[in-house]
């Protein structure tokens, strides 16, 4: 089992590496550009909202002065990476619609589903608006009793409707992406993402 963490360990060393090394034939000014980043250049420090927190990338070496999880450290390099600059519509989509995600995508819409309903069980509304909002989410008027929607990065934002129990049905809750997310993150950056949102909501409640 040791062996296996650590070839893991450098499987996730290998991508971080590769993902700095792409990154560094940018621009700063061109990063920005396109991910909705503030560039930053008498410092060359690239400025990224993620959640509650605003992050610092110092560049060229591409650190950062958080001690965020390593998954969502990589997933912004890959954010920086692949943004074009694409602006969304209002329009949501599920995991399963992203390109790509037929199998990993609606995997994940059920799984989400499932830790949501566990999660959710037993909070009131109040709580749940709460947690949200630690996360730094803004609240939406839908048919959803409440919607929540969490800027992950500049322009990629994850979207929780969530419907409070009553008589017949327990309390669920349902994750979805901007219709442009294609253009951001690959799906399987797009799960690392969800995943993560789930694990900070578990966090903010048990914090509460």
Same mark, same amino acid.
């Given at each position: 089992?040791?062996?296996?963490?650590?070839?893991?360990?450098?499987?996730?060393?290998?991508? $971080?590496?590769?993902? #700095?090394?792409?990154?560094?034939?940018?621009?700063?000014?061109?990063?920005?550009?396109?991910?909705?980043?503030?560039?930053?250049?008498?410092?060359?420090?690239?400025?990224?909202?993620?959640?509650?927190? @605003?992050?610092?990338?110092?560049?060229?070496?591409?650190?950062?002065?958080?001690?965020?999880?390593?998954?969502?450290?990589?997933?912004? $390099?890959?954010? /920086?990476?692949?943004?074009?600059?694409?602006?969304?519509?209002?329009?949501?989509?599920?995991?399963?619609?992203? @390109?790509?995600? $037929?199998?990993?995508?609606?995997?994940?819409?059920?799984?989400?589903? *499932?830790?949501?309903?566990?999660?959710?069980?037993? @909070?009131?509304?109040?709580?749940? *608006?709460?947690?949200?909002?630690?996360?730094?989410?803004? =609240?939406?008027?839908?048919?959803?009793?409440?919607?929540?929607?969490?800027?992950?990065?500049?322009?990629?934002?994850?979207? $929780? @409707?969530?419907?409070?129990?009553?008589?017949? =049905?327990? #309390?669920?809750?349902?994750? =979805?992406? *901007?219709?442009?997310?294609?253009?951001?993150?690959? #799906?399987?950056?797009?799960?690392?993402?969800?995943?993560?949102? !789930? *694990?900070? /909501?578990?966090?903010?409640?048990?914090? !509460?």
């Amino acid at each position: 089992m040791e062996y296996k963490n650590q070839t893991e360990n450098r499987a996730f060393q290998e991508m $971080l590496h590769a993902a #700095v090394k792409r990154l560094q034939n940018r621009s700063g000014e061109d990063l920005a550009a396109k991910s909705g980043a503030v560039f930053q250049s008498s410092r060359n420090v690239l400025e990224v909202q993620s959640f509650y927190e @605003k992050i610092e990338i110092q560049l060229p070496e591409f650190r950062i002065n958080s001690d965020m999880d390593e998954w969502h450290y990589l997933t912004l $390099l890959h954010y /920086l990476d692949m943004a074009d600059g694409t602006e969304g519509s209002q329009k949501l989509i599920t995991f399963g619609n992203l @390109k790509d995600g $037929l199998i990993r995508g609606t995997k994940f819409d059920r799984t989400a589903e *499932q830790k949501l309903e566990k999660l959710l069980q037993d @909070k009131d509304p109040e709580k749940i *608006q709460k947690a949200c909002t630690s996360l730094g989410a803004e =609240f939406t008027e839908t048919k959803a009793d409440l919607c929540a929607v969490f800027p992950v990065f500049p322009r990629y934002s994850v979207t $929780l @409707k969530i419907w409070f129990a009553d008589e017949e =049905f327990p #309390v669920s809750g349902k994750l =979805f992406l *901007q219709d442009h997310a294609d253009h951001y993150l690959s #799906v399987e950056d797009a799960v690392t993402v969800g995943e993560i949102l !789930l *694990q900070k /909501l578990s966090e903010a409640f048990s914090s !509460l």
